[in-house]
């Protein structure tokens, strides 16, 4: 009875073992659980807390963007006010610009009527002065020939200038050493007239007779000088710039064609 009671008891105590063993494996079991419960939570608050400072951080940047999007709301109503004051002074300007190319076309039509007119007077004073001019030239050298002439024919009879014809060698001399190529040439005081005269006269005073060459163009008139020397025959000289030419009728000279030319001794 005693060892059915030992037996039983050893059993119960078996079961007892077995039991709390199993039953320290299941809190083992659940405090491990428990465990892996905790960090889990304690990840996911971590992330939360991420989480929230990243939210806090996006709306601190959502109203940063807002401020900036007011800004800029703002800064293109002006920019919008700006645009509509330069389109309304772009379309005064254009206006002006109208105005201004129609008094430009007028005042080039004005323009080119005044140059018309201009262009024609200018032509009546140039055939005017040239025709004065070339009466007058030849209306003053015909008077101031006859009278040089005749007071020079009789200032050397009173004088007893004796006038001979020169050698090529004493012309060529003589032009080398007269000074009147020098002379500065001037429309209205000195011309090829003067050039000629004064020539002519330095050649009479170096005792040379020295003829006047007037050379008709078919609109204009030129004097040169000339020597009928004793082994040469003719010479033409131009005094103007002591060059030796050749005058022939019908050919050119000083670019125009000679129609007639003659000399005066």
Not at 218 to 228: E, K, P
Request: charged share 20%; with cysteine.
């Amino acid at each position: 009875m005693v060892g059915t009671k030992a037996i039983a008891l050893g059993l119960i105590c078996v079961v007892l073992s077995v039991g709390l063993i199993g039953a320290l494996i299941i809190v083992n079991q659940k405090d491990a659980d428990l465990q892996m419960k905790n960090e889990q939570i304690f990840e996911l608050e971590n992330e939360q807390l991420s989480l929230e400072t990243q939210v806090s951080g996006l709306q601190d940047d959502v109203s940063v963007l807002e401020s900036q999007n007011i800004l800029l709301s703002n800064q293109k109503s002006v920019l919008e006010g700006q645009v509509s004051s330069l389109q309304a002074n772009v379309s005064s300007l254009e206006s002006e610009v109208g105005l201004l190319e129609d008094s430009k076309s007028l005042l080039e039509s004005q323009v080119s009527s005044l140059q018309a007119e201009v262009t024609e007077l200018e032509g009546e004073v140039v055939q005017s002065y040239s025709l004065g001019y070339d009466e007058g030239e030849s209306d003053g050298y015909a008077f101031g020939f006859d009278e040089g002439y005749f007071e020079g024919v009789e200032y050397l009879t009173q004088t007893g200038y004796y006038l001979r014809d020169p050698t090529y060698a004493e012309v060529v001399a003589f032009v080398n050493a007269d000074t009147t190529d020098e002379n500065q040439y001037d429309i209205n005081n000195y011309v090829c007239y003067d050039f000629t005269a004064d020539f002519n006269a330095n050649a009479t005073q170096a005792g040379y007779r020295c003829g006047f060459v007037y050379i008709e163009f078919s609109d204009s008139a030129h004097a040169i000088s000339c020597f009928n020397t004793t082994d040469m025959g003719i010479i033409y000289v131009e005094p103007q710039n002591d060059d030796f030419v050749s005058i022939t009728v019908g050919q050119r000279y000083l670019g125009d064609v000679i129609v007639d030319a003659g000399i005066i001794w």
